[in-house]
């Protein structure tokens, strides 16, 4: 009886560690990137402490392929801007981002007209207010890893210089 209740005790801390361990793997071989922002909510209250922003790059392509439920977008950096070029999902292209796989808000989805797209990041109680008052002063930046799936995961927010 107490083998079976140390397996059922042991059974969700494996379980944890193997999604760590996988997470972990999957940004092991990602690229980082800087994309400025605009447009934030300080808060969520429903969800805790999160900020909603808006991406603030040039949006390229065909608004037609990101139609629908599925979006892909392919990162570039051309002179000093960073462009996200709206492609059919599974594109290759050497930055790849699957937009539903990385949790990115398609805004502005009427036909024709290019959409905005937006994210939200974590942030802890206590840099909470020092990033709001930041993010109310000076242009900031997400810094995100770029993983090899096309996974855009939001690291953290810096000042743009």
Excluded: H
């Excluded at 709206?86 to 981002?97: F, K, L, R």
């Excluded at 206590?126 to 993010?135: F, Q, Y």
């Amino acid at each position: 009886m107490k083998r079976w209740l140390a397996l059922a005790l042991l059974l969700p801390l494996v379980g944890l560690l193997l999604s760590i361990a996988a997470r972990e793997a999957g940004l092991s071989g990602a690229s980082e990137w800087r994309i400025p922002i605009a447009g934030f909510d300080p808060r969520d209250p429903i969800r805790g402490r999160f900020i909603q922003f808006r991406y603030d790059w040039r949006v390229a392509g065909d608004p037609a392929v990101c139609t629908g439920t599925a979006c892909g977008l392919c990162l570039s950096e051309q002179a000093g801007e960073i462009v996200a070029t709206m492609v059919a999902p599974g594109t290759v292209c050497a930055a790849y981002i699957d937009v539903n796989g990385s949790n990115i808000r398609r805004l502005n989805v009427a036909p024709g007209q290019v959409p905005d797209f937006s994210s939200r990041i974590f942030v802890s109680e206590t840099s909470a207010p020092k990033l709001e008052d930041m993010l109310r002063r000076e242009p900031m930046v997400v810094v995100a890893q770029l993983t090899r799936g096309g996974r855009l995961v939001n690291d953290r927010l810096e000042p743009a210089n």
